[in-house]
């Protein structure tokens, strides 16, 4: 089977409205999850959260998987059986995220 020019951008063009309608599908699913879940059979029911005080932010839930890596690996950042490598970051991204995050080894 051959394809035109024409053919072809039809295609195309109905390729990219497809994927915004799914885009937009899914930003709708998102609002919506923001006060409500998606139960076994698809249907949305309302659901609580928790106080807002009472959830991590995302940086400090990384901190804090950071340094308990670090502690199972005895500070060991480079190398083999390294936070680096468990965490499966570069060296110098995880030393990145380190410094950023202000992580310090504690003191013997």
């Given at each position: 089977?051959?394809?035109?020019?024409?053919?072809?951008?039809?295609?195309?063009?109905?390729?990219?409205?497809c994927?915004?309608?799914?885009?937009?599908?899914?930003?709708?699913?998102?609002?919506?999850?923001?006060?409500?879940?998606?139960?076994?059979t698809?249907?949305?029911?309302?659901?609580?959260?928790?106080d807002?005080?009472?959830?991590?932010?995302?940086?400090?839930?990384?901190?804090?998987h950071i340094?308990?890596?670090?502690?199972?690996?005895?500070?060991?950042?480079?190398?083999r059986?390294?936070?680096?490598?468990?965490?499966?970051?570069?060296?110098?991204?995880?030393?990145s995220?380190?410094?950023?995050?202000?992580?310090?080894?504690?003191?013997?």
């Amino acid at each position: 089977m051959c394809l035109n020019a024409a053919c072809v951008t039809k295609i195309s063009v109905d390729n990219q409205a497809c994927v915004r309608y799914q885009n937009s599908c899914c930003f709708r699913l998102i609002d919506a999850s923001k006060s409500r879940a998606v139960d076994d059979t698809g249907a949305l029911t309302r659901t609580t959260f928790p106080d807002s005080s009472a959830m991590l932010s995302l940086a400090h839930a990384v901190r804090r998987h950071i340094v308990d890596v670090l502690q199972k690996s005895n500070w060991w950042i480079a190398g083999r059986g390294g936070t680096a490598e468990i965490l499966g970051l570069k060296r110098t991204t995880l030393q990145s995220k380190i410094k950023k995050l202000g992580i310090q080894r504690p003191a013997v």
